[in-house]
């Protein structure tokens, strides 16, 4: 144990840690994969970052879910990884595209199942088959971000601030996971507009939901090598061609923010009574 300090403040800080998902450039992780109309949404996910994550948390075979689907960037990595997935999106238009892009991923040999609905993910009881419950091994998702939605989550009747909206979100997966499910949230700060929310919004509402932060890793939209950072993405955030020196700090706005959270069903959390028995 670090110099004395009490166990359950060490257990309490989230590993740190730098993914690397630009070393090829992000038109190449996409070649191929989405049907025409589908770059017309504005904050797809990268696949590594995606594919990353599958891989790192999930086993063949497992149901992968994303409750915020956008063109359904998870839903035909995991395919692509022999997982099965199932995905909810909002818009009708992004579900149609993610369906479509779930079918070329399978005519590609992905050997995964996936199915893409519409629906709010804030009511995902609304939405979901209770046969689901328990059987979801991995969360991967993306709230909105950026102007003109950066800090909202659109409900049906009103919108809602990122954590209340993000918190409903996860609180509704709950019932789907498995005990030893992960969750993970990523989220892009946009470099062109000052942030909305607060930077613990996502902790927050990990924490609203009763998740455990056990991650909190940056994913690099750059291309590192040879001590540089080179932007990958004609369209994505400006990286830093040649990182700039404050002092002694180099920034970059190509960045993604990676939280990962552990379920932990509450049987875990109650104490064993006097015999060692939990309830
Ligand atoms: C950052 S994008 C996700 C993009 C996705 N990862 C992809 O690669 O295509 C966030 C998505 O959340 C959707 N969304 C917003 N509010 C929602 C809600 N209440 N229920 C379901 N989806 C919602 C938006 O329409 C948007 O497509």
Sequence with gaps: MADGQPIASLMSVP?????????????AQRRGKYVPG?????????????????????QPGNLILDPMAGVGTTLIEAVAAARDT????????????AQANLHRANQAGGTGQGTALAGDATALSDVLPSALR???ALVVTSPPHGRPLQGRVANRTRRVDLAAGLTAV?????PLLRPDATV??????????????????????????????IEHNIGVLADAHDGQLV???????????????????????????????RHQPTTDLVAPDQHGVRP
Excluded: K
């Excluded at 590594?48 to 790192?56: G, H, P, V």
């Excluded at 996860?170 to 709950?174: A, D, R, S, V």
């Design 15 to 27: 590993q740190r840690s730098v993914w690397l998902l630009g070393q090829r450039p992000v038109d």
């Design 38 to 58: 589908s770059a017309a949404h504005p904050q797809r996910m990268w696949p590594d970052l995606a594919t990353a994550a599958i891989i790192r948390y999930s």
């Design 86 to 97: 199932i995905g909810i999106e909002y818009e009708p238009n992004w579900v149609r595209l």
């Design 134 to 136: 328990g059987r979801v």
């Design 170 to 174: 996860l609180t509704g997966c709950l």
């Design 184 to 213: 993970v949230v990523t989220l892009r700060r946009h470099p062109n507009h000052p942030p909305v929310d607060p930077p613990d919004a996502i902790p927050a509402a990990g924490a609203g939901a009763g998740l455990t932060l």
């Design 231 to 261: 932007p990958t993405s004609p369209s994505s955030p400006p990286a830093t061609t040649a990182p700039r020196r404050d002092g002694s700090s180099l920034h970059t706005s190509a960045y993604e923010d990676i939280y990962v959270f």
